[in-house]
């Protein structure tokens, strides 16, 4: 019986490798956050005080979230070949090769990727788009809820009543707002919330999903997780990569 012979190959960069590991601390605090400020009350956790600072902390956390994958698209530019907008934005070869990939993983013989593998490709791409979706309607939040920028200022001035300092204005409904205006501004608020709530769910079930491939794939050393810790990823020396071509 001959034994496989593995080479280490390096695949995913610095950059990219601490992308992955703040987006992972920030996506589990955000989380944390937000399902503790939709349950606060059977939390333990009461007042307008409480709920503001729960707020302030999710918003701070969420700019960290979107400064992280602002700097991850421009690496998608910068980045080694694996880092990149081709790397794992699925061609049509990559779409057609999802399900025999699938099949092949099934059946116990995937073959080996130096990069992202198909099914992975098309994850990846869902995560971002869910990700950027998450940016966007939390950023609407903090500018209509708390008045953060890059909206806040903009909120602030339409909601402001005519003599006041739209940047005196603090969050809550206080007399220094156009009761109408507010309630305006309060809506929309609550429409892109439940986008929000809904793309929060959508982001914990593509990451379980995520998870759940990455411990299948593990069965076979892949070397997934170390390679996103060490950059490096081992490989059957005697089975070509399926991506050789594009490395």
Known sequence: MSVKQYESVKVWDTPTRLFHWINVVCVLLLVFLGFTLMYMQELGFSG?????????????????????????????FLGNAHARWRAFLPSRDALRNVLPYIRDLVAGR??????????????????????????????????????????????????????????TLKPGKVPE???????????????????????????????VVHIIAVVITERYKSGIVSAMISGRKMLDAGQPPADADKT
Not at 48 to 69: C, D, M, P, R
Not at 180 to 205: C, D, S
């Open 48 to 76: 307008w005080e409480s709920k503001l600072a729960l707020k302030q902390y999710h918003a701070a956390i969420g700019y960290v979230f979107v400064t992280n994958l602002l700097v991850r698209f421009a690496w998608a």
């Open 110 to 167: 995937p073959r080996q990727y130096v990069g992202h593998t198909p099914a992975g490709q098309v994850a990846i791409t869902l995560l971002f788009a869910v990700m950027t979706m998450q940016a966007l309607t939390g950023m609407v939040r903090a500018g209509t809820d708390l008045y953060y920028p890059p909206f806040g200022g903009l909120i602030a001035g339409y909601v402001a009543k005519p003599g006041v300092d739209p940047a």
């Open 177 to 207: 707002a156009d009761p109408e205006k507010y309630e305006r501004v309060k809506a929309m608020r609550g429409q892109f919330g439940v986008i929000h709530v809904l793309g929060a769910y959508l982001l914990i079930f593509l990451a």
